[in-house]
């Protein structure tokens, strides 16, 4: 069933049994006759801001849209979650729609739900890379050691803390778990101090990824964030890596889109995430 729901609304995002994200006891199915026509899966977590959210994720076969089923799916979900909710301030339901999905879009604005921020995911062939722009004066790129890995932790806490776009803090042995690859990170220091930092992580034998890219308040509005962006690209050039992605927040006030496209990226999915405050679910 999930494989026909990608079939007609494209690459996007829903839990499965090849997504080990969501928690396997939150899942439902719904069903006629017998025969499964829908499921949803239910994630919680804690923001840097204090909002706790309750993702609502799934989808209804596509033989069976437009029957009502997807309300029925999305009510149960919130009731469960209004269950599980602890009653204090700041809890949101969350939804996704991507573009290809006009129709899950339209459920989450008809139930009450309202866009809060957009995730871009783009893609880039390293080879068509801008060339590495000049870093700012007095700023030099040194190779990744593993001392240098509590600095790095701290630089991308502060540079994403407060931002208000779903930033979960990562505490520091999570992060050190989840280092790889780190030859093809691309970190920028000030004396003894990090001034930015791009990670990569390989994602296979070819495709390269890059889950952080932070500069730290005092260094914006220099060039750096380009200057990193375009060495991390030389990097994977270097290690003939062919394919890089990388993601972003649209309503990001430093227009992040912008500066990936100006070092060679091109937008290839957007992500709209949708809320609602918990204290309005369907009970």
Known sequence: MRQAALAVDGAVWLP????????????????????????????????????????????????HRGRGHGSALLAHQEARAAAAGSGL??????GNADDSQPGSRRLLLDHGYRLAFTVVELRCLPADGTAPTAL?????I????????PKIHAAIVECFTGSHHGFRPVDYDTHLAEVRDTELWTVAWDGDEIAGVVTAERRGSR???????????????????LALVTRSLAAMREYRLTYASIRTVAENPHRTVDLYERAGYQVTQRMPRYRKPLSAATV
């Open 16 to 63: 499965g049994p090849d997504v080990g994200v969501t928690p396997a006891e939150t899942f439902v199915v719904a069903e006629d006759a017998g025969e499964i026509i829908a499921f949803g899966g239910l994630d919680r977590w804690t923001e840097d801001d204090g909002t706790e959210l309750f993702l609502i994720t799934g989808c209804v076969h596509p033989e």
């Open 89 to 94: 301030p700041h809890q949101q339901l969350g």
């Open 136 to 140: 700012p004066a007095g700023l030099r």
């Open 142 to 149: 040194r190779p990744v050691l593993a001392e240098h890995q």
């Open 207 to 225: 495709a390269v990824d890059s889950p952080w890219v932070a500069v730290r308040p005092a260094y914006r509005r220099q060039g750096l964030a």
